[in-house]
């Protein structure tokens, strides 16, 4: 069965620091794209950041380049988003999300994913 779990979300204050985890399982994990993506409340799905597991591409949307860090660590099945500096505005819930024979770029623009997680919220408030 194919799982992708999300943890790390929660309330952090602006300016903080947070950090989501994305664990994998039933399927070949250095064979996929996994993504970032968020949806805030009447707004549309947007691709944070993607990695390519394989060769350690990455893509960054312009809202969070600077401020997000995409890495992955194969031996464990996770990909991990670094949030820095958060603002109220990156409040939303985060999905990661597996694609086969996509690039990362065109993973968080286009699409592409075979196998979503049901999200995990975060929320950015004082």
């Known amino acids: 069965e194919v799982q992708l779990v999300e943890s790390g979300g929660g309330l952090v204050q602006p300016g903080g620091s947070m950090r989501l985890s994305c664990t994998a399982s039933?399927?070949?994990?250095?064979?996929?794209?996994i993504g970032w993506f968020r949806q805030a409340p009447g707004k549309e799905r947007e691709g944070v950041s993607c990695?390519?597991?394989?060769?350690?591409?990455?893509y960054y949307a312009d809202s969070v380049k600077g401020q997000f860090t995409i890495s992955s660590d194969n031996a464990k099945n996770t990909v991990y988003l670094q949030m820095n500096s958060l603002k109220p505005e990156d409040t939303a819930v985060y999905y990661c999300?597996?694609?086969?024979?996509?690039?990362?770029?065109?993973?968080?623009?286009?699409?592409?994913?075979?196998?979503w997680g049901k999200g995990t919220l975060v929320t950015v408030s004082s």
């Open positions: 999300a597996a694609g086969l024979s996509v690039t990362a770029q065109a993973m968080c623009i286009s699409g592409g994913m075979d196998y």
């Open positions: 039933g399927f070949t994990f250095g064979d996929y794209t």
């Open positions: 990695i390519s597991t394989g060769d350690g591409h990455t």
